[in-house]
Each structure stands twice: as C-alpha cells, then as structure tokens.
C-alpha cells in the first residue's frame, strides 16, 4: 500500500487542552517522506504541544495520528473512551521518531559516545559492539567523534545539541521531530547545529522543524507553517510564504519582532 | 630487823609475780581497747586517728589472737583507702616479714601494688579484659547494620517508586508504610515486632526482630529520600529516556535513578550513621550487641573503662562510614566535574 506520495505522517483534528486552555485546536498536517516543514509562531501558540503530540508526550484529547498508512497510538476500551495505546507500542513508535529538545536533555551521567549508544543498547536490545559502532557512526555524522569519551558537562551548548542529534539519530528514526533546536544557544553556536541539520535534510531524512530562525526556515523547508492561538494560520512554501502570506497582519508583526 | 627485810622481799618478790601473771592479762585487755578507740575513730570518720591508734598494737610472739596481723591489716586498708599506696605496702610487708605466708597480706600487697601502676597502664589491663566482650558485641552490631543497610535502599526504594506511582493502591500502601515507621518510635516498634507480635500468634528470634523493625523502619526514612532525589531529577531526562524509546522502568534504571545516587549519597550516609546508634536499641529484645556488652561489663564490673571502650568503638564504625560515604559520594559524581 505504501506509494511515494503517501505521507509519513498525517494528522487529522489534533487537539489538545489543558484545562480550560485548548493548547491545540484541530490541526490537520500531512508529511512526505524527505520534507522539511518548518514551524512558526509566537511563544504559546502550542507548536511544542503538538510536536510531543506526535511523539506521543502529550496525549491528545481528540484526532488522530497516522503514520506509515497506519492509524497509530491510541485505542478505545469497552467504554468507547479512547486512551493511549500500551506502553510497549508506545514506545516502539517514538523508537521510529526522533525528538530534539531545546535544552538538549543529554544524560549527564553517561559519557557522549553513552548517550548515543543508550537508545540502540536499551531500547533495540543491540549487542555493546554492535551499538558502539553505530554511535561513532552517528557521531562522525555531527562531527564529534574526538569528544566521544567525555562527558556532556564539558561540552559547549552547540556541541551538547549535536550529541543530542545523534543520540536520536542511532535509533535510525524515519522521522526527526526539532523543537526550537538553536533557542538555548549563544548565536555563535546556532551555525553548527543548524549544519548538522542541513546535511541531514541532503540525506533525505523527513522533519518537522519548530524554530525562530527565519533564515534558516527560507534556506532549508519545503513547507512554513504559521501557527497561532493552536491553529495553522497559514502555510506554503518559503518563497510563497515569506512573499504573500507577508500581508497577514499577524504573521507580519510576529515576523517583524523576530527579524 | 633481818625477819622484816625477809617479809618485805617476800611480798615484793610475790607482788612483782602476781604482776608477771598479771601481764598478759592486762595487754590483752588494752589491745580491745585500742581496737575499740580505732572503731570509734572510723566511725568519726577520722582515718588517720584510726591509723595512729591502730598502730599502737605491739608486736609479740606468744600473741596467738591474731592482733598485731589484724590491726595492721587495717592500718594497710585505711592507707590505702587513703590513697597512700607506699605506706599501705610497708604496713603490708610488717605483717609479711613475720608472717611470709599469710595469704591476707599476699593478696593485698597484690592489689596496692596494681593501685600503684601507672593510670594508663591498668586502663590497658582493663581494655585487654573487656575488648573480648566488647568485640563480639560490636561484631553483632555490624552484622546487624549491614543487614539494615542492604535492606533498606532496596526496601527505600520500593516505597519511593511506590509513593510516585499512579497505581493508587500502591502509592497509598507506600504513604501508609512512611507515615506508620516514621511516626512512631523505633524502640516501640522493635517492642512490638519482639514482644506484642507473639500475642497475635507471631513468633520471631530476636536477630529477625531487630532485622525486621530496623530494615522497616529505615526503608521508610530512605523512601522518602529517595523519591525526593527521584523527584528533583530534572523532567527533560524523563522526556529524553522516553523519546529514544525507553520504557518508564528502563528510563528509571537507567536514566533517573543513577543520577541520584549523588544527591543521595549525603542524607543516605546521615542516615546510616544514625543507623549504626540506633543497633542500641534492640539491646531491649534480647540482642547482645555491643551497647548490651558494654552495660553487662559496666554492671559486673562497675569498671567505666566498658563504657569509654564502646563509645570509642562506635566512634570508629561512624568514622569509618563516613570517611566511605564520602568517596562513594566523590566517584558518583565524577561525572559533574568539568
Ligand atoms: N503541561 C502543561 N500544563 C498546562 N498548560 C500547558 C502545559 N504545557 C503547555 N501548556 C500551555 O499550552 C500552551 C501552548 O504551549 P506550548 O509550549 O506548546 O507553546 P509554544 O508554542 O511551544 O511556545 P514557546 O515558543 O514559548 O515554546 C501555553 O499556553 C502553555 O502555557
Ligand atoms: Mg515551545
């Protein structure tokens, strides 16, 4: 069943609240495999809660997700009331999703080459050689294969997000959720991730990208989302977007304090 | 005239032998007395004018009553209530240089001669004759600390997952447990496990008692420590360990739980040491560790030397812990240091 247009990824009717607050509110998005799709918004606008959406770190209130042609996550119990589905496929699913977070979240108790070596050994079962190949894989994949014996807390932030990077990379996920990736990092350090990132774009690798680096949302999606109040406000592709969609009040506001 | 001389000879010579039989009689009769005034003295409390009176009883061989020995025995035992150990050895020894084998003098010449050594020297003699005790006290002390302390962690840690649980029966069993062991006494527990459990048909053996109310007890203390360095991981390890794909137990093992083990080291080992203070208690069921050993020897012996022997062994188990909670501590967070 699987063609090459068939998306990846499809959301349908995403939502969810806390509380009183609908944080997402009926977001529909499909990904092709190999698209980059860039993420905008002002802060609370909801782009994290929908990316730990797909990921299964929040759980949605309505809609559904569908990846590879297959309705996934969650099942309804005799009751008709849906929850998520069992841990144990839970888990296999974010296996098959790599996330990066803006504080990079690295385990600080274990070395670099660890951290990257954590996934395949724990989670895939894989033999110590067998993960420790694919974790230097990884790392010469972001360029720090000279740190793979030293622990995060010596690291630079740039270089800490690049582990991160490849600590998600050694699950080989088929799609790599970013949110705000450079939004921890002195300006400096933002090139080398957002490097790490392009040449994983070349590869091919499919991605939703939540970020406020305008030029790098031009340089590199396919597709640019604006995003507000939980909703898609607008969307195309960077030359139609940054081009036409400039009318839209909003986004012109929120792009003229970003810019 | 010659007859008068003869009769005054007569009865001087008569006199002078009545007085020669009369003799004894009447030494006798002054050394009661001079046993008597000594008594009196003592009883004033005035040693030294017991001391002087005493020393008054002459020497004399036909005395078979025993009064030169008896009275300088005491001269010997109120100097040396005195203190004075040179003077109570020569009151000794004036016995022993007539009598060399009255057992009385030898054994107390043996004893003023063991006041005299030096304090240091009969504080060693004393330490040689309780250490054997006191040792394998301390020995069931150990043992029974680093029963509690293998217990404990796993029993703290059980609780404190508990307590984070969404399971509520669980987390509710585990909040009781805390909220049971923390709130009451351990001596009450120890006594309750030992001597109220057997009224419920529940027998134990002290050793499983003390096992049994120390490992509860301290599992308690440590579940809440642990939830607390379990709590104060950051959330994005969490979200990480799960976003790689790791279940809840293996982001736990893997992730969460080795980055407490420094935090914890500190309040763990606070708690260890207070550990090693409170194997006391169950001095109470019938254990003989090693406070047990120590009052046994104190009591039998009214000796203090027992009591400074085990605080100063006390002492060195807590050093001691502390000087390894200290390193175990340094290498769990070697991964800090930059
Ligand atoms: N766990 C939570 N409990 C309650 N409210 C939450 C929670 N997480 C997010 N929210 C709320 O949901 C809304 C969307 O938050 P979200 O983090 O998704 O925004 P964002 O677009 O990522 O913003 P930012 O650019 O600041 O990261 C916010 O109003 C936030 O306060
Ligand atoms: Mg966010």
């Known amino acids: ?259 | 005239m010659k007859v008068l001389c003869g009769r005054v000879i007569r009865t001087i010579l008569l006199f002078s032998c009545l007085l020669l039989l009369l003799a004894p009689l009447s030494r006798a009769e002054d050394t009661e007395q001079i046993f008597q005034d000594a008594n009196d003295a003592m009883a004033r409390g005035d040693l030294p004018a017991a001391i002087t009176v005493l020393k008054k009883v002459p020497f004399s061989k036909t005395d078979d009553s025993g009064a030169f020995v008896r009275s300088r025995m005491q001269v010997a035992r109120l100097q040396f209530a005195l203190k004075d150990f040179p003077a109570a050895t020569a009151s000794t020894k004036e016995v022993l240089a007539v009598y060399p084998d009255n057992s009385e003098a030898l054994n107390f010449l043996a004893s003023v001669q063991k006041e005299q050594k030096p304090r240091y020297v009969v504080f060693w003699e004393d330490c040689l004759r309780f250490l054997p005790n006191l040792l394998k006290g301390a020995v069931m002390t150990i043992t029974l600390v680093f029963c509690t302390m293998l217990i404990s962690p796993l029993g703290g840690l059980l609780i404190a997952l508990g307590r984070i649980s969404r399971f509520k029966p669980f987390s509710v069993l585990c909040w009781f447990i805390i909220w049971l062991f923390r709130g009451t006494p351990l001596l009450l527990q120890l006594f309750f496990i030992y001597y109220g459990l057997p009224s419920l048909g529940i027998t134990f053996k002290p050793f499983t008692a003390a096992i049994l109310g120390l490992g509860l007890n301290y599992s308690a203390y440590l579940g809440e420590i642990i939830r607390g360095g379990i709590q104060s991981i950051e959330h994005g390890q969490m979200e990480a360990a799960k976003a790689i794909g790791m279940s809840y137990g293996q982001a736990m093992r893997r992730v969460i739980i080795p980055q407490t083990y420094k935090r914890l080291m500190p309040p763990i080992g606070n708690e260890f040491i207070a550990l090693i203070k409170d194997t006391a208690l169950v001095s109470t069921i019938a254990m003989v560790e090693l406070m047990r050993s120590a009052d046994q020897m104190f009591n039998a012996y009214f000796n203090v030397t027992a009591l400074i022997l085990a605080a100063l062994i006390y002492l060195v188990f807590t050093t001691f812990f502390t000087f390894i909670f200290e390193k175990i501590e340094h290498r769990a967070g070697i991964y800090e240091i930059r």
Request: hydrophobic letters at 40%.
């Open chain 1, 1 to 259: 069943m699987k063609s090459a247009n068939q998306p990846l990824l499809s959301l349908k009717g995403i939502t969810k609240r806390f509380g009183a607050l609908t944080a997402v509110n009926g977001v529909d998005l499909d990904v092709c495999p190999g698209e980059i799709v860039v993420i905008i918004g002002p802060s609370g606008s909801g782009k994290s809660t929908l990316l730990r959406s797909v990921n299964f770190l929040e759980e949605i209130e309505e809609g559904t997700i569908t990846f590879e042609g297959k309705e996934v996550g969650y099942v309804k119990n005799k009751h008709g009331r849906r929850h998520l589905d069992t841990p144990q496929k839970i888990c296999a699913l974010r296996s098959e999703i790599g996330m990066v977070f803006q504080h990079f979240n690295l385990f600080p108790h274990m070395t670099v080459l660890g951290n990257v070596m954590e996934g395949p050994l724990t989670v895939q079962k894989k033999g110590q050689e067998e993960a420790r190949h694919i974790a230097l894989d990884m790392l010469a994949k972001v360029g720090l294969s000279e740190k793979r014996d030293v622990y995060p807390a010596t690291l630079s932030g740039g270089q800490k997000q690049r582990v991160a990077i490849a600590r998600a990379l050694a699950m080989r996920p088929k799609l790599m959720l970013f949110d705000e990736p450079t939004s921890a990092l002195d300006p400096e350090l933002i090139g080398e991730v957002f490097d790490t990132i392009r040449a994983l774009g070349k590869e091919g690798m499919t991605m939703i990208i939540v970020t406020h680096q305008m030029g790098f949302a031009k340089e590199m999606a396919d597709r640019v989302i604006f995003m507000e109040a939980g909703s898609f406000v607008a969307q195309g592709t960077p030359e139609d977007f940054f081009a036409n969609q400039m009318e839209h009040d909003r986004i012109q506001s929120f792009l003229s304090r970003i810019l």
